[in-house]
């Protein structure tokens, strides 16, 4: 679980920032920066962990905004201790309706509904229903309960144009950085990307794992990589690491994965030190004016997807005194 449990602890957010969000309300105004500024403000003052992606990009009715997910509602159920209770379950004209209370620890209280259509539905698919009904009212009362005033992940498929941003051209919807800015600066020690890797890690020149560069660019370890590469990791990570042409003779300990497979490593694995040992080469290059290769801006993006799941993995471990609240 994360650390941050207070509001206090929010920086404020940017004039600039400000004026683009009061004036349209619309976060696909701001920049790739501002968005991030933006989007750890709302993670800090919730209480929320921004490393672990409490937040999505949804484009609704011509306007980019923010929605809950599943780990959103299940930190803030562990933050503020919060009971759930089931007070009626009910079938009317097709429509399944679930009322929900939530109750938190400080003694405050509210009840929100879920519905979903049952018509035409049977076997598995009328239980899913049945059981994403319960879900449902949960999450929403739990959202009620906490003053946040935005949809939870169930509700897209009800809402007619509600697009998810998983891929955009300057949205940004890959994990956002926290405010911290550790490890990984790398440099190459062979001379060709398929030997060996070997890293020298220097703490003191250590770049942030991401910051925005101009609207259509981010650093990602230091690699300038287009949004657009950044966003599309969904689309592209399921493609070879090596293509298959060069498998046969790769030396790479990425010859036999997957860009998505590549992230189910170890941050001191050998898939992580290839990756590290490209990223150190691309920077190196980059120096020298040259623009990193596709397959360099690819390896930035997918250490950067490796390091938070592990960030990930460590804070969603429960504690043992969390253990009395209701999970769903």
Not at 132 to 156: F, I, N, P
Not at 208 to 220: G, K, Q, R, S
Not at 296 to 321: G, I, T
């Amino acid at each position: 679980m994360s650390n941050i449990t207070t509001t206090d602890q929010a920086q404020p957010l940017s004039a600039a920032t400000l004026e683009a969000l009061v004036v349209g309300g619309d976060l696909s105004k701001l920049n790739p920066g501002q968005r991030v500024e933006y989007y750890t403000a709302r993670c800090v003052r919730a209480g929320l962990d921004p490393a672990t992606q409490p937040f999505q990009y949804l484009n609704l009715q011509g306007k980019l905004t923010l929605y809950a997910t599943k780990t959103c509602t299940d930190q803030l159920s562990n933050l503020h201790g919060i009971r759930l209770t089931i007070l009626s379950q009910q079938t009317d004209d097709g429509i399944r309706m679930v009322t929900v209370r939530a109750e938190a620890k400080d003694g405050r209280v509210t009840e929100e509904i879920g519905a979903l259509p049952l018509a035409g539905l049977k076997g598995d698919a009328l239980a899913n229903a049945l059981m994403k009904c319960v879900t449902k009212a949960k999450r929403r009362a739990v959202l009620s309960l906490c003053g946040l005033g935005m949809m939870d992940e169930l509700e897209l498929e009800t809402v007619a144009g509600a697009k998810p941003m998983y891929a955009s051209g300057t949205t940004s919807t890959l994990v956002p950085p926290t405010q911290a800015k550790p490890v990984i600066t790398v440099k190459a020690t062979q001379p060709e990307p398929e030997t060996q890797p070997q890293l020298h890690v220097n703490q003191d020149d250590a770049p942030p794992d991401i910051e925005a560069v101009d609207d259509d660019h981010v650093a990602v370890y230091g690699v300038r990589v287009p949004v657009k590469v950044f966003d599309n990791f969904g689309q592209w990570s399921k493609y070879d690491c090596v293509s298959k042409d060069k498998q046969a003779t790769s030396k790479s300990h990425l010859r036999s994965y997957t860009w998505a497979t590549a992230t189910d490593g170890e941050p001191d694995g050998k898939r992580a030190a290839s990756l590290k040992w490209v990223i150190g080469k691309a920077v190196e290059e980059q120096a020298q004016g040259k623009e990193p290769s596709l397959f360099a801006q690819r390896a930035a993006c997918a250490l950067y997807v490796l390091n938070q799941k592990s960030k990930s993995a460590v804070s969603a471990a429960p504690d043992e005194d969390e253990m009395d609240t209701v999970p769903f």
